[in-house]
């Protein structure tokens, strides 16, 4: 840990007291709270400091989480198809080496994105064998009913991937709006499994990933860090 005065004079090559005064100004963020005291302290590991927007240190990982706006996607290279990416639209003081979004959800689809940079924490989640409950809401263009919300609770197959029990239930009495949960993240898998009964996905949000909820305030395409506590809520059910 190392004092916060003592960083910025060194990065900026300034003077200790004109460290100080730019904390005094109020310029100087970490993790995105404003610095109050020079003789705050920062986690080399951990903590994420700015001056005026520009990034100054950077923990060793950072996870990100995402509002994924439709039309982007999630991928690290939209170059061949000339599509905006995940990556592209992260905030210019976010952006740095190697960053990823663990786990795809479709072009059309929105909602929670992690984005990490850590390749071990992403293994680990998206692991088959992991299980991390994903949480969406569906609109869909007729009802199901409980016959449906059944077959999911017990495991569909659709083609020839197997689907582990999910959960199926209508938002506020609307079998139209659909929670969903499911513990994989195969190919279109949501749209699929409805697909089975003649169901037609016609929107979708990813709102929650293991019991970590998609951050309200984060309007579409907007994101923010995600501190360890968050990060912990992942990968646990
Ligand atoms: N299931 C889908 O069909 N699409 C997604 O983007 C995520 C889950």
Same mark, same amino acid.
């Given at each position: 840990m190392e004092r916060i005065d003592k960083i910025i004079s060194k990065e900026l090559n300034i003077g200790r007291n004109d460290a100080k005064s730019l904390i005094k100004s109020g310029k100087v963020f970490l993790n995105g709270s404003s610095v109050k005291s020079p003789s705050e302290k920062l986690d080399e590991e951990k903590d994420v400091l700015t001056v005026g927007g520009r990034v100054i240190h950077l923990r060793r990982f950072v996870y990100i989480m995402m509002n994924k706006p439709e039309g982007v996607i999630s991928s690290t290279d939209g170059r061949k198809t000339s @599509?905006?990416?995940?990556? !592209?639209? &992260?905030?210019?003081?976010?952006?740095r080496k190697n960053l990823f979004p663990a786990g795809r959800l479709d072009k059309n689809t929105t909602g929670f994105v992690l984005i990490t940079d850590d390749g071990e924490f992403a293994h680990r989640i998206l692991s088959p064998r992991s299980h991390v409950p994903k949480t969406y809401i569906a609109k869909l263009d007729k009802p199901f009913? !409980? #016959? *449906?919300? !059944? $077959?999911? =609770?017990?495991?569909?197959? *659709?083609?020839?991937? #197997?689907?582990?029990? $999910?959960?199926? @239930?209508?938002?506020?009495?609307?079998?139209t709006l659909a929670r969903v949960i499911i513990k994989q993240g195969m190919y279109h898998q949501i749209k699929r499994m409805f697909k089975k009964y003649s169901i037609e996905v016609i929107g979708l949000k990813r709102i929650k990933m293991g019991r970590l909820n &998609?951050? @309200? =305030?984060? $309007? $579409?395409? @907007?994101?923010?860090?995600?501190? #360890?506590?968050? &990060? #912990?809520? *992942?990968?646990? !059910?």
């Open positions: @599509e905006k990416t995940v990556i !592209d639209i &992260l905030p210019e003081d976010m952006k009913d !409980d #016959e *449906i919300s !059944d $077959a999911f =609770s017990n495991g569909i197959t *659709i083609g020839d991937d #197997e689907c582990l029990p $999910a959960v199926l @239930e209508p938002v506020d009495g609307d079998y &998609l951050d @309200e =305030s984060l $309007a $579409a395409g @907007e994101c923010r860090y995600i501190d #360890e506590k968050e &990060l #912990e809520m *992942i990968n646990s !059910d």
